[in-house]
């Protein structure tokens, strides 16, 4: 009786195991095998199937890879992420940098050395303001910031980096409207462009009214006048730290001697 009663025991608490199990388990969802760069098609090896609980099914998931094989992605996934329909191209997109523009955006690339490409740190995804060195109409040198907030689409050919190892480029791919194209396309042909890296959370709208040679020597001029123009002798009285320095030392001639000096004379005292 007692072998019979545990094994019955048994045999119930491994059916609800069982039903419980099969209960929590929902739909299988396609996610990424391996990383997948922005722009490239999907392939057999870069897909899986993974049973997912029901409680957190993915919208927009995929429940076979035969539905996504040859879709291009959007944005960089990541091992064991899910396939999203939000995160591919449409279905009649080849590939490519075009494939990651967002609708209405074009893509513009301008050249930069390691000081303008922010010493290699303005990577894919990342968030530049360009700003513009030139001379105005008197010939007066001026820099001022001609578009803020731009998204980096990719440095040189690449769309994805490593953000712990930065690249120094010659390229920079930007992403923009159609008029801000051609603010940056009349910025290069007047002066020299230079990337400035922001903070990808800072929405903040820029209102600067550019930096000119004469502010920039009335901040010089400012600061020297802020400075301490005063200082006290040994008696306490105030004086000028530039008179102190430059007023000529009077010198003591030795006592019973006569010196001459031009037509000056002098005995024992001050010359």
Do not use: C
């Not at 109409?137 to 953000?163: C, G, H, M, Y």
């Not at 400012?222 to 730290?241: C, F, I």
């Amino acid at each position: 009786m007692a072998l019979l009663i545990g094994a019955v025991a048994v045999f119930l608490v491994a059916r609800w195991v069982g039903v419980g199990g099969s209960a929590k388990v929902g739909p299988r969802v396609v996610v990424a095998a391996s990383v997948v760069d922005a722009g490239m098609p999907l392939v057999a090896n870069n897909l899986r199937v993974l049973p997912w609980p029901s409680q957190t099914a993915p919208q927009g998931g995929f429940d076979s890879p035969e539905k996504v094989i040859g879709r291009v992605t959007r944005q960089p996934l990541v091992p064991g992420e899910p396939i999203l329909e939000s995160r591919l191209a449409p279905v009649d997109m080849k590939g490519g940098l075009s494939a990651t523009l967002e609708p209405g955006k074009r893509a513009i690339t301008v050249r930069v050395n390691d000081v303008i490409g922010v010493a290699g740190f303005a990577l894919p995804g990342s968030y530049v303001d360009v700003l513009v060195s030139a001379r105005d109409a008197r010939n007066e040198p001026f820099s001022k910031i001609v578009l803020d907030r731009v998204k980096v689409l990719a440095v040189a050919q690449e769309t994805a980096a490593d953000p712990a190892k930065p690249k120094v480029v010659n390229a920079v791919t930007l992403e923009l409207s159609p008029a801000e194209a051609e603010r940056l396309d009349l910025a290069r042909s007047v002066g020299s462009l230079s990337l400035a890296l922001r903070n990808e959370l800072d929405r903040a709208q820029l209102t600067s009214a550019g930096t000119r040679l004469e502010d920039l020597m009335h901040e010089v001029a400012r600061s020297a006048n802020s400075a301490p123009n005063t200082a006290r002798d040994a008696s306490g009285s105030k004086s000028s730290p530039v008179a102190a320095r430059t007023a000529p030392a009077k010198r003591q001639a030795p006592s019973g001697v006569e010196e001459f000096r031009g037509i000056q004379r002098g005995i024992g005292g001050e010359l």
